[in-house]
């Protein structure tokens, strides 16, 4: 008989126990469900709601059972629904009516919202510190990159020259911000449910805050009715993930730009890429696609999430056990994702020659000449349009603007002088740009000190 079946005449048909059972995909949580329930069997005896004797047995029991399924001693039962109703039963196969005493004051709707919780601040703490390794090796790159000028682009053009540390902090930023947004989703991931029951708390005196010490949360949740049935924390990190994989896809799409035969930037480590079955010659960036195509998967668990969530009235539904398969899927899809890119970006070689030559083609430096002008008093609008003309006639005659000579440059103004050549030189270029934000040289290396500080602080 099932643990509920009392009211039942009849049982379940085997097509119910497959089709609303969770354990092939909750079973995952079997520790927090077993170090939630001592915490629970413990505080029923301190509070003699049960006595101190079967509070012990019932924690023991449960230790074992911890070390029986670490073991791979112990197979779950479908027909037992879920891992909580999976661990009472075999609690009761091992202690009789003492292990009946567990349930006492408590619902598998308070139980699983534990559970679930305790699970991600888990693998909230995991991907952080996989967040933390990325963006360390990325700020080491960085540091070996602030003379490695390369082009900046808008609309995938060439726009103005940068270096590829300036390029890679861009993303150090993003991580930055993804670590804080798990940090935060963590805080109110960390709030105990437990105690609230069914959806209206019990008639026992439960000491929710002993629970919350021996678990280690922050706080208690305030109204039974959200404990059970707010599964925000859920969509927050779904939400995290996917900015996450987001950041890591247009990454990757740059670097599968980068590593083409038509830029030649970057070569990806040989470790990291994978051949073509028919065409000998190819080395491809399946890692990198596949990162950006993984992208689309956690986007859907987000999705998926925020619509199970939008026609639930108050409390528990079952339609809350689809929050488990998703968010699991999106944790373990990071767990991949991130250490894979953080590995092929320091096992990758930058071509520092090609990104320099690269940021010589497309007049990068028309700007700059059109600021030299400026400075010598032209006004702006009148520099951009001598630049622009110059531009034109480089275009027309296949030219740079470094090449033009100095008749060249006089033909269309006579305010340029040969310090114009200094001025347009892609260094100065880069190097005079010393605003905060900026890809000069000293900007950079003390933005890439800073992180250091902050790679320190994240725990
Ligand atoms: N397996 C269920 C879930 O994941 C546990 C809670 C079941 N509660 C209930 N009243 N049927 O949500």
């Not at 993804?178 to 008639?203: C, E, F, I, M, Q």
Request: proline share 2%; aromatic share 8%.
């Amino acid at each position: 008989m099932k643990l509920w079946g009392g009211r039942f005449t009849k049982s379940t048909d085997s097509f119910t126990d497959h089709f609303h059972s969770s354990i092939s995909f909750d079973s995952r949580m079997y520790k927090e469900d077993i170090l939630g329930s001592c915490a629970h069997a413990t505080m029923l005896g301190n509070q003699g709601i049960i006595s101190k004797e079967d509070s012990e047995k019932i924690v023991e029991a449960l230790k074992e059972i911890l070390v029986e399924i670490e073991n791979g001693q112990i197979q779950f039962d479908e027909k037992a629904e879920d891992i909580h109703m999976n661990i009472e039963t075999i609690l009761i196969s091992k202690i009789g009516d003492v292990g009946k005493r567990l349930h006492t004051g408590r619902s598998r709707n308070d139980q699983v919202a534990l559970d679930i919780r305790m699970y991600l601040k888990e693998q909230i703490t995991e991907i952080k510190s996989l967040v933390k390794e990325l963006i360390e090796v990325l700020n080491n790159i960085a540091e070996k990159n602030v003379e490695t000028v390369m082009p900046g682009y808008t609309h995938l053009q060439n726009a103005q020259p940068v270096t590829l540390a300036h390029h890679l902090l861009a993303y150090v930023e993003m991580f930055k911000r993804d670590y804080d947004r798990l940090s935060d989703t963590y805080k109110r991931t960390n709030v105990l449910p437990l105690g609230s029951g069914a959806l209206a708390t019990t008639t026992y005196p439960l000491d929710r805050n002993f629970v919350k010490e021996q678990l280690g949360f922050d706080s208690i949740t305030l109204d039974s009715m959200d404990g059970v049935s707010d599964r925000d924390f859920v969509i927050e990190l779904l939400s995290a993930l996917s900015m996450i994989m987001m950041h890591l896809s247009r990454f990757c799409e740059e670097i599968i730009i980068w590593n083409s035969q038509q830029y030649k930037f970057v070569e990806i480590d040989d470790s990291y890429s994978t051949g073509s079955s028919i065409m000998p010659q190819k080395k491809n960036p399946d890692m990198a696609e596949l990162i950006r195509g993984k992208t689309g998967r956690v986007y859907g668990h987000l999705m998926a999430m925020l619509t199970v969530m939008k026609g639930i009235p108050l409390a528990y539904n079952k339609d809350m056990q689809e929050d488990k398969e998703g968010v699991f899927d999106a944790v373990d899809t990071l767990k991949m994702c991130l250490p894979v890119f953080t590995r092929m970006m320091e096992t990758m070689t930058f071509n520092k020659e090609n990104m320099r030559q690269a940021a010589r083609k497309g007049f990068m430096n028309a700007t700059d000449a059109a600021d030299w002008l400026v400075k010598q008093g032209v006004p702006f609008r009148d520099a951009h349009a001598i630049i622009g003309q110059l531009v034109l006639y480089c275009v027309n005659n296949d030219k740079n603007l470094d090449d033009l000579t100095l008749e060249e440059y006089k033909s269309v103004s006579d305010v340029f002088t040969e310090d114009i050549y200094n001025a347009i030189d892609l260094d100065t270029c880069v190097n005079s740009r010393k605003v905060e934000g900026g890809p000069s040289k000293e900007y950079i290396t003390s933005l890439i000190n800073l992180n250091k500080e902050v790679i320190k602080e994240m725990k």
